[in-house]
């Protein structure tokens, strides 16, 4: 426990070095956050257009909990990027083992996305008129952290497509952001897609817990907001389990035939 907690704090401490090489705290908070206020204001003005208040908050709230999961699955793009520098099969032979290492490298999107969407939580609802029930809208701030996590899991199990065709990592994020974006109920209820889509969606996250941010904001049961935070820890798990599936098979794969230091 004590070399994963220290994976983890060394796994901070690169990505944050990363990112500080891309981004000032000036441009990352008035480019990338204001990016993604925008957005967020976007889908919440064009629900206004096609609907009512009531619609824009609904949009509202779903766009400002999926910026949790839009920034957690860029994990993508740090696990794509060992395989283009040719740290790939340092990761693979790290004495703690690969599986921690893979799944914390991309932490610090995990860090960015809750300050994200904490933010726009706490400024977009008042600023486009249509505040959220304190103190209830606190109450949900746990579950949006639950979100990231199962969205992180989503992320790491798609990395493994990204790592091994290469070159599509941008490709894969977009298409994993645009059907949570689609069919997780962020703009439209789930139920407004035929049966075999609805199934489907069940096993995304962010959906089981944005049906309970909404239901914490319109008073439903405890029992019914526990049930539903219940079924997105299970959905973030299985996520989990194909993205250690994925790495192990990768790396043993690799290993037999040596192409893990393959960036081409």
């Known amino acids: 426990m004590r070399h994963v907690l220290r994976i983890v704090r060394e796994s901070l401490i690169l990505g944050f070095a990363e990112m500080g090489a891309v981004y000032t705290w000036r441009t990352w908070t008035f480019g990338w956050l204001m990016r993604l206020l925008c957005q967020a204001t976007f ?16 949009v509202l709230v779903g766009n400002i909990v999926v910026l949790a999961c839009l920034e957690s699955t860029i994990v993508v793009i740090s696990l ?11 990761l693979a032979i790290a004495p703690s083992g690969h599986l921690p290492v893979y799944l914390g490298r991309g932490l610090q999107w995990t860090v960015t996305g809750l300050t994200s969407a904490s933010v726009a939580w706490l400024v977009l ?3 486009l008129g249509v505040p959220l029930p304190w103190p209830r809208a606190g109450y949900a701030m746990p579950v949006i952290v639950l979100i990231l996590v199962s969205s992180y899991g989503y992320g790491c199990a798609l990395a493994g497509v990204a790592l091994r ?4 990592e941008w ?5 994993a952001y645009g059907i949570i974006m689609t069919f997780g109920g962020v703009n439209v209820p789930v139920g407004v897609w035929p049966g075999p889509l609805r199934v489907a969606a069940q096993a995304l996250p962010v959906v089981h817990g944005l049906e309970a941010v909404r239901g914490i904001l319109g008073g439903a049961s405890t029992g019914h907001i526990m049930s539903l935070l219940g079924t997105e820890a299970l959905v973030g798990a299985g996520w989990y389990a194909v993205a250690a599936l994925s790495m192990d098979r990768l790396v043993a794969v690799g290993r037999r035939d040596g192409t893990l230091g393959y960036a081409g």
Do not use: K, S
């Open 171 to 175: 490709l894969v994020l977009n298409f």
């Open 125 to 127: 609802p008042p600023l």
């Open 43 to 58: 889908y919440a003005l064009l629900g206004r257009y096609v609907g009512d208040e009531a619609t824009m908050r609904y």
């Open 80 to 90: 794509a990027g060992e395989r283009r520098t040719g740290t790939l099969p340092l």
């Open 165 to 168: 065709l290469r070159g599509v």
